[in-house]
């Protein structure tokens, strides 16, 4: 694609001081310091320092951030699922996560159909694909829009969307894949459906059944996207790289659409 002619579009949340962004114990929280409070910390760097002495009697602007490295749009690594993957190997952090994985041609499936809940599968993917029209290639960045990128941030949000199960994961991920991502808040259904079904037929497979086929192949999962329903369904790349964080479990992301102008 020509650097030159073509437009971005914002694939990341913005992390803020919302009650609805996440579970109440994973909530972000954000202290934000103007330029008068900023003061004592500049004084102290510089002894004799008065603040009539700055321009317009203001220091600096700072923020102190109370959050997990899953707040707003980030990318798991294979750290998260499990301890190993890919037949055994100690799973790797965000850190180690290839650089080439995040800058790839991008695929959107869109599934804003489906119930809140329901469980994709790979039958259901391969559908999708035959009518975008689409063959995966390795590499591809897979991006799956559901009904929760219109609710983020609001009441419920964490409740809204479909999931991808290990069916679905693992043959996205035995076709070269190695990047996924979603507008709802997980790339399994929210698990308030879980629940409810790991407590009708006590299977424990059903808990968390797409992030555990990290275990099997290694990938990256890109969670809370927004603006997906603006994407066409391919013709676009996709720019991701995670922050580097040694051996964590995951890394924001400024996750961002690249489209011919």
């Known amino acids: 694609m020509n ?17 609805y962004s996440d579970p109440p114990p994973l909530l972000p929280r954000i202290d934000y310091m103007d330029h008068q409070q900023g003061w004592a910390e500049m004084a102290a760097m510089f002894p004799g320092l008065e603040l009539d002495q700055l321009p317009g009697k203001e220091a600096w602007a700072a923020e102190r951030l ?16 499990a301890s190993t993957t890919d037949g055994g190997s100690p799973a790797y952090g965000i850190d180690e996560l290839p650089l080439d994985w995040c800058l790839q041609p ?34 591809d960045i897979v991006l799956v829009n559901t009904s929760a990128g219109a609710c983020f941030g609001q ?14 994961t693992l043959w996205l991920l035995e076709q ?24 009708q037929t006590g299977d424990p ?24 329903e603006l994407l066409p369904a391919s013709g676009f790349w996709v720019s991701c790289f995670p922050y580097k964080i040694k051996h964590a ?12 102008a």
């Open 3 to 19: 650097v030159k002619n073509r437009r971005l579009i914002d694939l990341s949340v913005t992390l803020e001081n919302n009650a």
């Open 66 to 81: 109370q959050i997990t490295t899953h707040s707003g749009t980030h990318m798991d690594a294979p750290w998260h699922y």
């Open 106 to 139: 991008g695929i959107k499936l869109d599934f804003r159909h489906l119930p809140d809940g329901h469980v994709v599968n790979a039958q259901e993917i391969r559908d999708e694909l035959r009518r975008i029209d689409h063959v995966l290639q390795p590499l």
């Open 155 to 168: 009441p419920g949000y964490i409740d809204k969307g479909c999931g991808l199960g290990r069916e679905a």
């Open 176 to 199: 070269g894949v190695k990047v996924v991502g979603t507008d709802a808040w997980s790339w399994d259904a929210p698990f308030k459906f879980t629940r409810e079904r790991y407590a």
């Open 205 to 228: 497979s059903l808990i968390w059944e797409g992030h555990k086929a990290g275990r099997d192949i290694g990938y990256g999962q890109m969670e809370k996207l927004s603006n997906l």
């Open 249 to 260: 479990s995951a890394g924001f992301v400024r996750a961002v659409a690249i489209l011919p």
